[in-house]
Structures are given as structure tokens and as C-alpha cells.
């Protein structure tokens, strides 16, 4: 377990369920497509505009869409009203494709290598997941209930992108975290 748990990549959630996005551009246009395939381009206009402002002309990101309060942490309930969807950023956690070239079979450690490179000049309105390494989990998962976020998700760095739910990555949810409530809502 322990050589298991050196591999692993924690991300903090900042948002789960309705808000994950993926963000196709190619050339001039930009599609925000949901995990149940709605575009929601005209949703969020800021990540839009941002995504065309990058140099690189084709790209799939996967990504959440976010409202960060004050405090730099998610707003869930801003988020959830649906009343300030102009504020809404990206955080990004993985690129897929990258000029024409399907990344999905490379390493998560490669693919976060190319989307750091992918974003190093990013624009307002999208930004990079935080991610750590090494056996850190219990304490970080920690760390991020006390931050207010959603928890964890854990992700092998040497396996290869994987659509849905895999049994190489791990969701940890923090029970307390307003979301939980509206939890029967989304499903």
C-alpha cells in the first residue's frame, strides 16, 4: 500500500456533480460540454473568452467550472443560485487532447506536465487545480474540510485518463460540506 499510495496525485474538489466541465476548443470555437453533453458556452462566457485568448489553438481540458468567494475558496452556494454565472472560472485538472494529439493514454503525470505548459500564460477566468503528491492523503483530506471544500479525489500519476468512475482514483467527500445536503437533488 504504501508504494500505492507514493503514486497517487490528491486533488481538492472544489465543486462536484453538475458543474464538471470540458472545455473543446478548436480554432476559433469554444464548446463548454457537461458531463450529460449540454453546452454551456452562453452559461459561462468568461472561461469561453479565456480558452480563445490561449495561443494554442486546439485543446480538450476537463475541468470544473468555479465562483471563488473572497476567501480564494469555491462559493457553492453562489454557484448553485445560478445568479452570477458571468464569474464563473475554470479550474482545470487534466487536458485530454493537445494540437491534434490524443493525450488520454499518457500518464496523469505527463498530462499535468502538458496542461501546466498548456496554461503557463493563461488569462484570467481560468486557472490550474492544486495537486500533491506522496502519501499525504489523511492529512490533506484534513486540510480541505477545514478549507470548507467538498474533499478529495485521488488519482493514480502513472495511469492512463479514464472516463467516469475507475477503480484508479478515489473520491473522498466531506459529509459537512453544504453540498451533501443538496446531495439527492443532482442525482
Not at 505548459?117 to 492523503?137: C, H, T, V
Request: hydrophobic share 35%.
Amino acid at each position: 500500500m504504501d508504494g500505492e499510495l507514493a503514486r497517487t496525485t490528491f486533488h481538492p474538489l472544489r465543486l462536484h456533480r453538475i458543474y464538471r466541465l470540458r472545455v473543446e476548443r478548436s480554432g476559433d470555437r469554444v464548446g463548454l460540454i457537461t458531463r450529460g453533453g449540454y453546452d454551456w458556452t452562453k452559461r459561462f462566457p468568461w472561461i469561453a473568452e479565456a480558452a480563445l485568448k490561449n495561443r494554442q489553438k486546439q485543446f480538450v481540458i476537463d475541468s470544473e467550472a468555479v465562483i471563488l468567494g473572497v476567501d480564494g475558496y469555491s462559493d457553492w452556494n453562489a454557484q448553485h443560485s445560478g445568479k452570477h454565472n458571468d464569474e464563473v472560472q475554470l479550474c482545470a485538472f487534466d487536458v485530454l487532447a493537445m494540437d491534434g494529439d490524443d493525450l488520454r493514454n499518457l500518464p496523469l503525470s505527463m498530462r499535468k506536465a502538458n496542461l501546466q505548459r498548456l496554461l503557463a500564460r493563461r488569462p484570467d477566468g481560468i486557472f490550474l487545480s492544486d495537486f500533491e503528491q506522496g502519501e499525504i492523503g489523511s492529512d490533506l483530506f484534513v486540510a480541505a474540510c477545514r478549507m470548507g471544500l467538498d474533499g478529495l479525489v485521488s488519482k493514480h500519476r502513472d495511469r492512463p485518463y479514464c472516463s467516469g468512475r475507475c477503480k484508479h482514483w478515489v473520491k473522498v467527500k466531506n459529509r459537512k460540506h453544504p453540498a451533501m445536503d443538496r446531495s439527492d437533488t443532482f442525482r
